[in-house]
């Protein structure tokens, strides 16, 4: 039988790692709380581990999160783990396990250009990422990890970012750099033309930049390691990537480029979960029946009404014939919208609820 013949939560069910891409503002971060929550129902022992900086999962599970993984207690529900990253707090496990002198490893850890670095969008948030991943899968109290990651293709940059960053703190370009920016701090040091390119660059800062590149050489050499398990686990079969959408162009056609990118690069992309699918009307509702009960609430003076049944309708239409026409990979899962009023305790467990459903129907 082939992956695409097994239903997508029998797939995921079975995976160590569950990878939740997709479009942002579909509600990805809530179905990867709500995905671990359902695996958590199936018996499996699950941490659920954001890499996105917007505190959304927390939200979602109703618990603050950091970078320790926290217990999440739902009423009358199996216990599961969940965590956020924290690049700042991850760089530094990294670095105490160096095998450097201390005086490095306090130069590294004490940088502003190691603050600017976790704390920004320099690629150092996918890489710690990577990294934390690694942690985790190897930490025998969890079966299965459920990773939420950024939005749309920019979940390829948690794929492509850390061997770029990688390959700067290892490599000649370094060492290269470090000794230019030394050697242009200590210039701006002196008088004269030094002086000017001092106060044109700052040579404090050209001085952290030099000690900062010298000190990482060994960081960049040990992080090659972790990326290269990570990478690893990433392209196995113990891992599936679950791909969220929602009944809108935008979102289905950034889950078929995101899955075609993916399935070119050898990822295991174990298919499509529709968010915030609105529930179709009843079967026997047709055409006829709405233009009557149209016809009778207009003659009732409920003209909005009727405009609102008509509207209801064509927008379900045009959500279907969206679905039919994008590319999305098999099989799927559809999730209703779920009531404004519900509480984020009941989202997830309805949302749970209909993850583990036979959805077989579904194409």
């Known amino acids: 039988m082939k992956p695409g013949d097994i239903p997508l939560f029998d797939q995921l069910t079975e ?7 997709g479009a942002g503002g579909v509600g990805k971060t809530t179905v990867s709380a709500a995905l671990g929550l359902a695996l958590a129902r199936a018996g499996r022992r699950v941490l659920v581990l954001t890499v996105d900086p ?18 999440v207690h739902l009423p009358g529900e199996p216990l599961m783990d969940a965590a956020m990253l924290d690049p700042a707090a991850s760089f530094g496990r990294v670095v105490e396990a160096l095998e450097v002198s201390r005086g490095d490893r306090e130069r590294l850890l004490a940088s502003r250009i190691t603050r600017e670095l976790t704390g920004g969008d320099a690629g150092m948030q996918e890489l710690m990422a990577i990294v934390e991943l690694e942690r985790f899968s190897l930490d025998d109290r969890y079966d299965v990890i459920v ?8 979940a390829l940059e948690l794929l492509d970012g850390p061997a770029r960053i990688v390959g700067l703190l290892s490599g000649r370009t370094v060492r290269t750099v470090g000794r230019a920016s030394g050697l242009a701090g200590r210039m701006g040091r ?11 660059w700052g040579a404090d800062l050209l001085t952290e930049i030099a000690t900062f590149l010298d000190a990482a050489s060994p960081f960049g050499r040990a992080l090659s390691d972790h990326l290269d398990h990570a990478e690893e686990l990433l392209r196995s079969d113990r891992a599936a990537f679950a791909l969220v ?16 990118e993916l399935r070119r690069r050898g990822y295991p992309v174990a298919g499509t979960i529709i968010n915030r699918r609105r529930a179709p009307m009843r079967e026997n509702v047709d055409a006829q029946i709405l233009a009557r009960l149209a016809g009778e609430l207009t003659d009732e003076g409920l003209e909005r009404a009727a405009e609102l049944a008509a509207y209801a309708q064509a927008v379900l239409e045009h959500e ?21 009023q519900e509480s984020p305790a009941e989202v997830l467990m309805g949302l749970a609820d209909w993850l583990a459903r ?5 194409h």
């Open 15 to 21: 995976a160590s790692l569950v990878v939740v891409g």
């Open 54 to 71: 917007a505190r959304r999962l927390a939200e979602a599970l109703d618990h603050d999160l950091g970078p320790d993984p926290h217990t």
């Open 147 to 154: 990773l939420d990651t950024p939005p749309s293709l920019h």
């Open 190 to 200: 002196l008088p004269g033309p030094g002086r000017a390119l001092g106060k044109l």
């Open 245 to 260: 959408g929602a009944p809108a162009e935008e979102p289905l056609h950034a889950i078929g480029d995101l899955s075609a």
């Open 320 to 340: 279907q014939e969206l679905l039919d026409a994008a590319a999305l990979p098999a099989p799927r899962i559809e999730l209703p919208e779920r009531a404004a």
């Open 358 to 362: 036979d959805q077989s129907d579904v």
